[in-house]
Every structure is written in C-alpha cells, then in structure tokens.
C-alpha cells in the first residue's frame, strides 16, 4: 500500500488547512492514523479513525481543533486542522494498519506516507 500525502504548507497562526492523503488501492477495510513530528521531538500521534468512520480518536493537544475524516470510495483520509498554533508546526505523516481498529501507537501502522509539512507562523 502506498500513501500519498498532500495539503501542508505555510498558515498564519489561527488559520486553517486540511491535509488528504490518498491510498494506493481501496482501503475500507483499513484503520488510517495521522502522526507528526517537529524537529528535535519524537512522533507524535495525532488522530485516527476506525475502517468505517464511526470511531475516532485525538490527541488532547488538537482535540477540538482537528478532524479526522475518511472518504472511502476515494481511498482518502483527510485531517481538517482549525485554529492552528506554531506548536502545530510539523511534518505530518498519514498511516494506514491492516486492521478494522484504530491505534494511537506509530508501531501499530504497517504502511507510512512520505509527510507533508506544516509551517505555522506567528
């Protein structure tokens, strides 16, 4: 499976982006997470979402500003992220695991995309 990721780029702090990422074969059977990491720090989660949509999860950090969504029949996810802070700044990567659950741990995603960064300007 391969990920593509897209949507990061440069945002004033209070802005707003949505990153997609895109998988290369259907995935409805698929749990997708989104990650991220700023220079110096270790991954960190960010959201996921169970094979159908109906579960979610976030981390504390973007709860209330951040939302995980998923089109299947466009074997995309998506992370809409509102009121963005310069804390946010990251490069952003999206997972899949080969399992209906979701997890809130890197280690259990099977496949990674490439990541697309975010610059959040104060």
């Known amino acids: 499976v391969q990920l593509q990721a897209s949507g990061g780029g440069l945002v004033q702090a209070g802005g707003s982006l949505r990153l997609s990422c895109q998988a290369s074969?259907?995935?409805?059977?698929?749990?997708m997470g989104w990650f991220r990491q700023a220079p110096g720090k270790e991954r960190e989660f960010v959201a996921a979402i169970n094979w159908s949509g109906g579960i979610t999860n976030y981390a504390d950090s973007v709860k209330g500003r951040f939302t995980i969504s998923r089109l299947n029949a466009k074997n995309t996810v998506y992370l809409q992220m509102n009121s963005l802070k310069p804390e946010d700044m990251a490069v952003y990567y999206c997972?899949?695991?080969?399992?209906?659950?979701?997890?809130?741990?890197?280690?259990?995603?099977?496949?990674w995309g490439q990541g697309t960064q975010v610059t959040v300007s104060s």
């Open positions: 074969r259907t995935f409805s059977s698929y749990a």
């Open positions: 997972a899949t695991r080969l399992r209906l659950d979701l997890s809130t741990w890197a280690e259990g995603y099977d496949y």
